[in-house]
């Protein structure tokens, strides 16, 4: 679809203003000329041009000042004898007096690059772009707009990218873009089929091509007609296979296993690999023909170490997709995110998904701290919280475990009357009797451990920070 973008020559009727015209017609550029005062009004809706050509007759430099000045959305074209204007960041080119065709087809190109990279101008995607290619990075913007570009043609794809990164959702999203989104989208695995096998998978068969064919069954080229063929892991496709789709793709005809019957192919097909054609194609592993079929339009997508930046919007997508399927969901704080930032993600999208399953799994609807992740993905060090329990806490839990017994284990009949028989008459302050049993058993690790309160905890099967608070509340030495 051409341009509906024009430009605007600012210039008083004179000789080099039909030159101008003349040149712009023969490259089929659209165009209005404006005289100089008339030119802030056309400039003020600068949506519709795509660049501003000031003739010589445009006025006097500061109107041209004040023109380019005014407008810093558009990119301008001078005449280099006014070399002064160049100091102006929007005015992109200057020409000669002689403007010829090869001049002027130079600055325009200049102006579509002003005009398409401009700083802060976002790529507008629709919402089912976003919503499935999730991620603000220049990388992913690229990526859907090279989708948004592609898909309403009828053009071969080849999706490369590492395992992991999504090629299948670009496929998925190149086709619900396309005038094809109707038909159905049909995925096949090539490396996952039998060599054997993959010949009947993509074109079908007759009753009684082979043994086993006990019926008539349609390939996915007949699956996909009207619709889209996703060819996954294409660079594992067998050689002889290679040759027969390389005839699909060029006559669009293809014929059953067993039958001599011609089949029209109304398929677009998008391929998809994470290895290296090119490569594969040096080492004889890969048509050099069907490579160039094949990659017409190529989309790499990043690696998601490529685009870090974008892993906390990822991560919460995933969670909310999760929520809605698993009904129970996770929070990460600020720490946890900052370092799964710092992974390096070798199973890249896919990896981020799993890991925040098994978080879901392990702590549902609670909040998790960079502690709480494995810990090949803690990367930052935070200090860890250790909670300190009320001593009554303590105090119930040192009670149980002097009094508890191993149900497995053999113990003397009425035990509890046995503990009792080591209660004198007068009886005892309980909570003095096992302040001096907690003394004891802290000095006797203590002792064991030469005094090392790490080890001490260790042996107590408590926390250091416990142990210190306990050796502090009875006066003991550390």
């Not at 430009?7 to 040149?23: F, M, N, Y």
């Not at 002792?447 to 050796?471: I, Q």
């Amino acid at each position: 679809m051409a341009s509906t973008k024009r430009i605007l020559l600012i210039d008083s009727a004179s000789a080099e203003q039909a030159q101008l015209k003349t040149i712009l017609q023969f490259i089929d550029e659209d165009f209005d000329c404006v005289p100089p005062e008339q030119a802030q009004q056309s400039l003020q809706d600068h949506q519709q041009w795509k660049a501003v050509l000031l003739g010589t007759a445009a006025g006097d430099i500061s109107v041209s000042e004040k023109l380019i000045n005014g407008a810093p959305e558009l990119p301008f074209i001078v005449q280099d004898r006014y070399s002064e204007l160049t100091a102006f960041a929007n005015v992109v080119a200057a020409i000669n007096g002689s403007i010829n065709y090869s001049q002027l087809t130079q600055a325009l190109h200049h102006c579509e690059a002003y005009l398409r990279n401009k700083p802060g101008k976002a790529v507008q995607s629709s919402k089912d772009l976003l919503h499935t290619l999730v991620g603000k990075s220049a990388e992913m913007q690229t990526v859907r707009k090279l989708i948004e570009q592609v898909a309403p043609t009828d053009a071969n794809v080849l999706v490369l990218g590492e395992s992991g990164t999504g090629k299948e959702v670009v496929a998925q999203s190149i086709h619900k873009l396309s005038k094809r989104a109707k038909g159905p989208f049909v995925p096949v695995n090539c490396g996952a089929i039998p060599a054997e096998l993959l010949e009947s998978e993509l074109f079908g068969h007759e009753k009684g091509a082979f043994t086993g064919a006990i019926s008539s069954r349609k390939g996915r080229f007949e699956l996909a007609q009207g619709g889209t063929l996703f060819l996954d892991e294409i660079g594992d496709m067998p050689l002889p296979m290679q040759v027969k789709l390389l005839r699909v793709l060029q006559e669009r005809l293809f014929e059953r296993v067993g039958s001599a019957t011609q089949v029209k192919a109304d398929v677009r097909v998008i391929a998809a690999t994470h290895r290296n054609l090119e490569d594969l194609v040096e080492q004889g592993k890969f048509r050099e023909d069907l490579f160039y079929r094949l990659n017409v339009f190529p989309i790499d997508t990043p690696s998601l170490r490529e685009r870090r930046e974008d892993v906390p919007q990822l991560a919460q997508a995933l969670i909310d997709r999760l929520a809605e399927r698993e009904e129970d969901s996770v929070k990460l704080t600020d720490n946890a995110m900052q370092s799964l930032m710092e992974h390096k993600w070798a199973g890249n999208v896919r990896e981020l998904a799993n890991l925040l399953e098994r978080l879901t799994i392990l702590y549902p609807n609670q909040v998790v701290d960079v502690s709480d992740l494995p810990v090949k993905y803690q990367h930052i060090e935070v200090v860890e919280f250790e909670p300190e329990y009320p001593e009554a806490i303590q105090e119930r839990e040192a009670l149980n475990d002097l009094f508890a017994f191993d149900d497995e284990e053999e113990v003397e009949e009425e035990p509890v009357a046995s503990v009792l028989d080591m209660l004198p008459e007068e009886g005892i302050n309980l909570k003095e009797y096992l302040a001096e049993l907690e003394v004891s058993l802290i000095n006797q690790a203590l002792g064991h451990h030469d005094g090392v309160v790490a080890r001490a905890a260790e042996m107590l099967g408590m926390r250091r920070t416990t142990l210190v608070e306990k050796m502090r509340k009875y006066g003991l030495n550390q």
